[in-house]
């Protein structure tokens, strides 16, 4: 019974922290984008490749063409 508390108990900080993140990719202005590789979503194995806020790790958008060319060669 003791552990149906404890993880009742973080999946209610989980929750807070992610409307935390939520509150905070929300108001950033994202002025610095990076192109990146991560994962498709939480519980993929299969990543893709986007673009991504530098300050708050926002998806932000697909990159260009351009864009992925030079990320993948400068790999």
């Known amino acids: ?3 149906n ?3 009742a108990s973080l999946i209610e900080k989980k929750r807070k922290i992610s409307k935390e993140i939520d509150d905070l990719q929300n108001n950033c202005e994202h002025l610095h984008k990076i192109i990146k590789s991560i994962k498709e979503n939480e519980d993929s194995s299969t990543f893709v490749i986007r673009c991504v806020c530098g300050g708050c790790e926002k998806v932000i958008g ?3 063409q351009q864009e992925l ?3 993948l060669n400068g790999r």
């Open 62 to 64: 697909m990159p260009t």
């Open 69 to 71: 060319n030079k990320y």
């Open 5 to 7: 508390k404890k993880v």
């Open 1 to 3: 019974m003791a552990s």
